[in-house]
Every structure is written in C-alpha cells, then in structure tokens.
C-alpha cells in the first residue's frame, strides 16, 4: 500500500466512526424526545386528576403555597392564583396554627407524626372552615415540601 492508499483508507475509516457517532446521537436524540412525550403525557394526567379531583390539593414549601388545585375556590374562596406565593399560615386559624406549624416542621424533619389529622382554615370571608388534611413530605422541585390533601367536613359536635 502506498501513501495515498494509506491516506484514503484513514479517512474512510475516520469517516465511518463518525458516521457511526451521529447515528448514536440521532438514537439517543429520538429516545429523549419519546421520554419527554411520556412526561409530558405523565404530567397532562396528573395535572387532570388534580384539577377534578374534588380535594384541595397543595403543595407547601419554605412556608409557602407552591402549588394548590382548583378545588381550593370552593373550599375556602381564594382563587390558586391568589393562594401560590404566600404564607400557608395565613389561612389557618389561628387557634389551630401552633399544631400545623409543628406538624409542617416535624414532617419536613422526617420525624414520625400522624398523617391524616382535622384542623380549620379560614374563609375568604372570615367564616371557619372545618377541614380533614392529610399530608406527607415529598420532593418538589429539588427541596423538600409538604403535599397536602384537604376536604371539607362537618363541625365536630365538642366545638
């Protein structure tokens, strides 16, 4: 083999690495794209299941509602576009503040607490809303949160 032959052959060779890396990359470009409408199709269902689900839904981090469903219009007046933003404490009342407060700290700490637990919020209107929460610590958006699922119920007959 002369030079050129030599020449040649490296580049072919270097041309088919090449070519061979490209088809890697196209590969891995169509599973990104297939993972990202799985996702996406993920996230349209939750985003529905949280939207008829009847419950308020929220998520609660650094004190604040991150996150909170439609459902929060009915129960306590407030629009989720009124709620996202602000301290989660001010829609407590304030009888029941100290014990949320503590179940929000110790829950976030990993410490044991009952999950599912009766409390009253407070109404747009000022009226007392008598609610069931249960709730548990989860990730959201790389920090630790508090998921919470409230539902309306009646007075308890000791109040």
């Known amino acids: 083999m002369n030079k050129d032959d030599d020449s040649t052959e490296r580049i072919l060779s270097e041309l088919m690495e090449l070519h061979e890396r490209v088809s890697e990359v196209q590969k891995l470009e169509i599973e990104r794209k297939k993972a990202e409408n799985m996702v996406r199709g993920i996230e349209e269902k939750l985003h529905e299941l949280f939207n008829e689900t009847?419950?308020?839904i929220t998520i609660?981090?650094?004190r604040r509602i991150k996150y909170v469903n439609p459902s929060v219009e009915e129960l306590i007046g407030y629009t989720p576009e009124e709620l996202i933003g602000t301290l989660f404490a001010k829609h407590i009342h304030?009888?029941?503040?100290?014990?949320?407060a503590k179940n929000y700290l110790q829950r976030l700490a990993g410490e044991d607490i009952p999950n599912v637990y009766k409390s009253i919020l407070k109404h747009k209107n000022g009226s007392d809303v008598h609610v069931e929460i249960?709730?548990?610590?989860?990730?959201?958006?790389?920090k630790i949160a508090d998921f919470g699922i409230a539902r309306k119920i009646d007075k308890p007959n000791n109040e």
């Open 94 to 100: 304030p009888d029941e503040l100290p014990r949320l």
């Open 60 to 62: 609660v981090q650094d």
């Open 134 to 142: 249960k709730g548990c610590a989860i990730h959201w958006e790389g």
């Open 54 to 56: 009847g419950q308020v």
